[in-house]
């Protein structure tokens, strides 16, 4: 049973901050980010929101900044559209799972001879003339 509210209570933090970050927090340096999961203790203490840069941002490194800079306003109105006995100190992370993504698969690539690398992948082989002279 607690499992299933603390899954319901991840979600509730990743929809309504996602919310409150789109229609008030206006600091240039958040821009419009993407949460991309919240992991809320049970006992409602903290919140770790993982937290991944706009499109249109590529550096990310005042994103956390401006997000640390807006907790109290964003912790007020989760205040005010949650019904919690507390709301929890909130701790923003980057989430680099897409990066570490990235680096598994092209480590796949290195070590996967060519056959087993699925389908679409012979074509590429032959337009990368270094791909011949790794004998």
Same mark, same amino acid.
């Given at each position: ?8 209570? #991840? ?31 049970? #006992? ?14 590529? #550096? ?76």
């Amino acid at each position: 049973m607690a499992g299933k509210r603390k899954a319901r209570l #991840d979600e509730l933090f990743k929809r309504e901050i996602t919310r409150i970050l789109r229609s008030d927090v206006r600091d240039p340096r958040v821009g419009v980010p993407t949460i991309t999961g919240a992991d809320v203790t049970t #006992d409602l203490w903290s919140a770790k929101i993982f937290v991944r840069p706009g499109p249109t941002r590529e #550096d990310p490194s005042g994103l956390i900044e401006g997000l640390v800079a807006a907790t109290p306003y964003i912790r007020r109105e989760l205040g005010k559209s949650l019904t919690l006995r507390r709301i929890p100190e909130l701790r923003f992370q980057l989430d680099r799972s897409m990066e570490h993504a990235a680096r598994i698969e092209s480590l796949l690539r290195e070590v996967l001879p060519p056959e087993a690398r699925g389908v679409g992948e012979e074509s590429n082989a032959d337009a990368d003339p270094e791909e011949g002279d790794k004998e």
